[in-house]
């Protein structure tokens, strides 16, 4: 284990405190931001996926109807607290 002397301390780079706030802000922006874009394209998947499924396994007369009730119901549970869902979704 090599021990710095005083003259290696000086030539390594230290962070200011602006720099390190900065850091941190882009830091937190990019982790923000993929999770705001990770949740917001599992749920168009997921909604596509369903809608697919809806339109392929419900057919016949009326058939429009309720797959567009079955996918408002999907919206209104999904927008309910955890709480209030209990283990419907």
Do not use: W
């Amino acid at each position: 284990m090599a021990v710095a002397t005083g003259s290696e301390c000086d030539r390594q780079p230290v962070l200011r405190a602006f720099e390190l706030r900065c850091i941190t802000a882009v830091t937190y922006l990019f982790r923000t931001t993929g999770q705001v874009l990770g949740v917001s394209l599992s749920g168009a998947v997921l909604q596509t996926v369903l809608l697919r499924t809806l339109r392929r396994r419900i057919t016949g007369p009326g058939s429009l109807e309720v797959r567009r009730y079955v996918n408002h119901l999907y919206i209104y549970m999904t927008s309910l607290y955890p709480d209030h869902r209990g283990d419907k979704v």
